[in-house]
């Protein structure tokens, strides 16, 4: 068994932590306060190559490993949730369905750009009463001679109503299976398609700078060229994208604890109480100690899933392993660092009080903590 890092890998953890502390740490502060989307960082971010990092240099992709992606979303998220938001979903969600499932028209016409980082692409999921339950969507398309025409609305969209969107893939009702369960499929819709609307989300308790969108679609007409893969396809695709989502969303977890908890253990050296370092103690140091120990366990399973994927082996009881564990490991980091903070912790100008609350999402985003349960338990035969 080797636990090294190649060199490759050791180098994209290196200059990523250098350009997440030089270039988005002096303003995620401001960005969280103003619920400012940085279409800028977005842009630099897309520069050292932070979109499409798994994806073919046919597609102007960066041709990297997954676990090579997963370190550069851990190292964005060890500074800042909002902006690591925007990377996992652009890659994850945004160009992973184009990437795996497109045709090669579509692969060539929208990969380079969303790779490059000058445009951003959402996958339209969620509905406002099918978020754990896929099935209660309500969506539907309906064929219409070589047009396909959509209704419906979907909600928490991540990357869909930014000034660099470019458009959304969205899982639709096309019809019904011989076992009574609706057929899904998934479309491409770009911005400025009749009919189709965006309203970006604000006063979240959670990643103020990353974009959200409500999404609306009034009779929205796509030419047939616009499915993704084949019709009847949505439901598999919307799996197999999830599978992915779920290492991502793993990855901010396992990066945002790694961040609070190195405040935790700065703050600690350096407040004194009774006249020593507060770190001294042994209420604090174990806290601390709890938090070292489980970092090295996440990460572990993480990187495990990540192997598992790239050497083309079954990850996704892994990968639903990894998601639950590293999410819920931030909330008990970040609330050891808030606590050893003290009253500090509590006020915004001190970032471990935006640690506590961006960590929230990852109990729900990408599968809640209990559907992630509830996929565990079927793989070990539950």
Known sequence: ????????????RKEVRRF??????????????????????????????????????????????????????????RVDGSQAATVA??????????????????????LPKLCSGEALWGFGLTEPTAGSDAG??????????????????KIFITNAACDLSLGVTVQAITGTLPNGKPEYTCFIVEHGTKGFKTIP???????????????????????????LG??????HQMLKTLDGGRLSIGAMGLGGAQGAYEMALKYAKQREQFGQPISKFQAVAFKLT?????????????????????NKRPFEKEAAMAKLYCSELMGRVANHAVQIHGGYGLMKEYNVERFYRDQKLLDIGEGTSEVQRIVISRYIGC
């Open 136 to 153: 209660g969507s309500k969506t539907t398309a309906v064929q219409d001679g070589n047009e396909w025409v959509i209704n419906g609305s």
């Open 201 to 227: 989300m604000h006063k979240k308790m959670m990643w103020r700078s990353s974009n959200t969108a409500e999404l609306y679609f009034d009779d929205v007409r796509v030419p047939n060229e616009n499915v």
């Open 89 to 110: 979903a652009g890659n994850s969600l945004g160009i992973g369905p184009l990437y795996y499932f497109g045709t090669e028209e579509q692969k060539m016409k929208y």
């Open 1 to 12: 068994m080797d636990f090294d890092l190649t060199k490759e890998q050791q180098m994209i």
């Open 290 to 310: 709890d938090c070292a120990m489980e970092i090295e366990c996440a990460r572990n399973l993480m990187y495990k899933a990540c192997w598992l994927r790239d």
């Open 20 to 77: 997440a502390e030089s270039e988005i740490a002096p303003v995620a502060l401001e960005l969280d306060e103003k619920e400012e989307f940085s279409a800028e960082l977005t842009k630099k971010m897309g520069e050292i190559g932070l979109f499409g990092m798994f994806v073919s240099e046919k597609y102007e992709g960066q041709g990297m490993d997954y676990i090579s992606y997963i370190i550069a979303v851990e190292e964005i998220a």
């Open 230 to 235: 084949k019709p009847g396809d949505g439901f």
